[in-house]
């Protein structure tokens, strides 16, 4: 199940989530028990150490260095069109900050001897063994402790309470009390390592109560020197669990669920902690318990608790008994997030039967405009799963008011798989292409790819016969044959064969020269025969994949594009242009760090000083971001727009992150520069 001998990347989680498939992290795996039998599929990939869930079912996990993230859509939506790579909505980082506030010396941790790791007294600064993250679903503490979520830090002795917030489809977590932990310890040897709760409600904590934590394959010089002066190998085998409870707790007189009959346990389902409310429903499914579906059914249309109708919904799904027209008839429920599932569980029977997906698409492009953001993003990601003609419709009328938000943008690629060209062709008959927003060209190139992916010559052929030729260029040929052009500076890519020369492909009518034999080379047409010594060599890129161009053009497009624009030249009122700017063509090392930890106040690009109200006062800290995604930004635009910079590594990154441990703080200029002034080689 682990699939690897090292713990640090192994999978672990294991956690059964409210849509009956058990979930892992460090993993690409989900499981599932179907009438006795195990059944093993994909997923994505998402954290390192443990995994909860709150009550809609999202997913809750994180990185040793980035304490919380999430996932704001359901598992395997956005990663089922292979012609699109998403970048929001799956694990999402849910806070910026990574400060912890021990309140003893900390110095037995693996990287102790980096400067900014630990402070003056030897306390540690930032998370650097972030674990199971566990969003508290009970009653037990008091109320205001209900849908926070508590993360380990091992390294420093504590746990982190975070309060969630949700705004919409987005959801974002800050620390109640800056400056004083949940728990802490003064005991060194007090290692969190994994929470959870029980049927009593309480917090519970599991403590692995040891000097030394840290996998003998990763330990550091440092720490061994620390383990051995300081005897901190022994003891072993002290491991204890620890229960968290209100001043006022009372005990309470707990009945086994395993112990009573199906139809004592349906009432369980509505229950105000939710430990009863999962266990209810795995034991019912697990107990088969189909003779009680009549009462199950009952629950979920007539409960005055909106969380027992939703497992009451998905405890009917595990069992089988759902139906098609049970569901359509619960559409008409009070809440939102009910109604978002009962679309999701609609699409098993959509996708067997034309009826149901004929009257899916119907009701999907009645209720929309005026469906919550919550139900009306479900209503996106079940277009993939109904009639093309309304799944069409349906789109195209939501992207024209909602394309400004990413993970609708992302949403919506997620469900043309394979019919991104058809989509192109509705947008293109609507008012959606009169005026260039950076949202639309965003969106624009995103669909332009997924076109170009899927490798059909008709559609290509149909997409060039699109474009306008007359100069200058309209916005939408212009992102359009940017869309192109990135991915032809991936050297893997084949040419696709056409039956005719585009007129587009002419010197007077395409972007440049440089651009019009990228696109040469990606296409071939009768008397036009691409070799392969013709194939572009990006010389800048012949150091590292150059796939990795295309990624952080896709990852450049959601998370900088918005303010500094499409083509580089910076947004009014957002931000300057990176277009030559010295601070992307400059020290790699600090513009990783102005990425990871943001900067603010006035900046000078190209002898211009920018300030607010021209641009933002403050640009946002991106750390929750990997090293990887955070290189293929870095390398995407030192060597775009004309820009031209040797490419880095992830190591650049990630020596760097681990350098400015405990920054929390946007960097201004000033500062930085000298920052970087002063660790320079003298």
Same mark, same amino acid.
């Given at each position: 199940? +682990?699939?690897?001998?090292?713990? @640090? ?12 498939? #058990? ?14 039998? /195990? ?5 994505? &990939?998402?954290?390192?150490? =443990? ?82 993250? &566990?969003? #508290? ?9 209900? =849908? ?13 309470? !975070? ?24 005991? *060194?040897? &007090? ?33 061994? *020197? ?32 395993? %112990? ?14 939710? /430990? ?21 059914? *009952? ?12 497992? +009451? ?61 919550? *139900? ?43 019919? @991104? ?6 947008? /293109? ?13 965003? &969106? ?87 070799? %392969? ?36 030249? =910076? ?64 390398? #995407? ?5 004309? !820009? ?22 946007? /960097? ?15």
């Amino acid at each position: 199940y +682990a699939g690897s001998m090292l713990p @640090e990347h192994s999978g672990n989680g294991l956690l059964r989530g409210l849509d009956n498939w #058990y979930y892992n992290v460090k993993s690409k795996l989900k499981y599932s028990l179907n009438a006795g039998r /195990w059944v093993k599929d994909t997923t994505e &990939f998402r954290g390192q150490w =443990g995994l909860s869930q709150d009550d809609e079912g999202r997913l809750y996990y994180n990185y040793n260095w980035s304490q919380l993230h999430a996932d704001l859509v359901p598992p395997n939506y956005l990663s089922r069109n292979k012609n699109h790579t998403a970048t929001t909505g799956i694990d999402q980082g849910l806070t910026l900050d990574r400060r912890v506030y021990p309140i003893r010396a900390n110095p037995a941790v693996n990287r102790g001897y980096i400067p900014g790791t630990l402070d003056g007294q030897g306390r540690l600064l930032e998370f650097t063994a972030a674990c199971s993250p &566990f969003f #508290y679903r009970s009653r037990t503490l008091p109320t205001q402790y209900y =849908g926070n979520v508590f993360v380990c830090e091992p390294s420093g002795n504590l746990i982190k309470r !975070n309060v969630t917030h949700e705004a919409g489809i987005s959801l974002t977590a800050t620390d109640p009390h800056p400056g004083k932990e949940f728990l802490a310890s003064t005991d *060194e040897r &007090f290692r969190p390592v994994h929470l959870t709760t029980g049927p009593d409600g309480a917090l519970y904590i599991v403590d692995m109560y040891r000097g030394l934590i840290q996998h003998g394959a990763y330990v550091t010089p440092y720490l061994r *020197e620390q383990t051995i002066k300081r005897n901190l190998v022994l003891p072993v085998h002290r491991g204890r669990i620890w229960r968290v409870v209100s001043d006022d707790y009372q005990q309470l007189n707990l009945e086994k669920l395993s %112990k009573i009959t199906a139809s004592e346990l349906i009432p369980y389902l509505a229950h105000s902690n939710g /430990w009863y409310r999962d266990m209810a429903q795995k034991l019912l499914i697990e107990k088969n318990a189909k003779t009680s579906a009549p009462q199950i059914m *009952e629950l979920a249309q007539h409960s005055k608790i909106p969380l027992g109708r939703l497992h +009451a919904l998905w405890t009917l799904e595990g069992l089988g008994m759902l139906t098609a027209d049970f569901l359509f008839n619960q559409l008409m429920d009070s809440n939102a997030i009910i109604r978002a599932h009962i679309v999701r569980l609609l699409e098993p029977f959509a996708n067997k039967e034309n009826l149901v997906r004929a009257r899916l698409g119907l009701e999907l492009n009645k209720r929309w405009s005026h469906a919550e953001e919550k *139900e009306l993003l479900q209503y996106i990601l079940t277009a993939g799963f109904i009639d093309k003609k309304s799944a069409l419709a349906l789109l195209s009328d939501i992207i024209l008011i909602r394309d400004t938000s990413a993970i609708m943008r992302d949403a919506v690629l997620s469900s043309l798989y394979g019919r @991104e060209y058809d989509f192109l062709r509705t947008l /293109w008959n609507t008012s959606w292409r009169e005026n260039a927003t950076p949202s639309k060209e965003i &969106f624009l190139e995103m669909l332009t790819t997924a076109i170009l992916r899927h490798r059909n010559s008709n559609e290509l052929a149909g997409l060039f016969s699109l474009l306008p030729v007359d100069r200058p260029l309209h916005w939408v040929t212009k992102t359009i044959l940017n869309g192109i052009v990135i991915q032809g500076y991936d050297q893997k890519f084949k040419p696709i064969p056409l039956t005719a020369k585009p007129k587009i492909f002419q010197a007077d009518v395409a972007f440049d020269t440089t651009r019009l034999k990228i696109m040469n080379n990606m296409f071939e047409w009768p008397g036009h025969k691409v070799q %392969k010594s013709d194939l572009v060599n990006n010389s800048l890129y012949a150091a590292t994949d150059q796939k990795q161009y295309a990624l952080g053009r896709q990852q450049y497009l959601s998370t900088c594009a918005g303010c500094h624009g499409t083509d580089g030249t =910076g947004v009014p009122r957002y931000a300057p242009t990176l277009i030559g700017s010295e601070w992307v063509l400059g020290n790699e090392k600090r513009l990783a760090l102005l990425i990871l930890h943001g900067i603010e106040g006035p900046i000078e690009v190209n002898g211009k000083m920018y300030d607010a109200p021209e641009i933002l006062p403050v640009m946002p800290a991106h750390s929750p971001l990997d090293d990887s995604k955070i290189t293929a930004i870095i390398n #995407y635009i030192r060597n775009e727009w004309g !820009n031209a910079a040797a490419p880095i590594s992830n190591r650049i990154v990630g020596g760097t992150r681990h350098s400015t441990q405990g920054r929390v703080m946007p /960097w201004t200029a000033i500062e930085l520069n000298k920052h970087i002034s002063d660790t320079l080689p003298k």
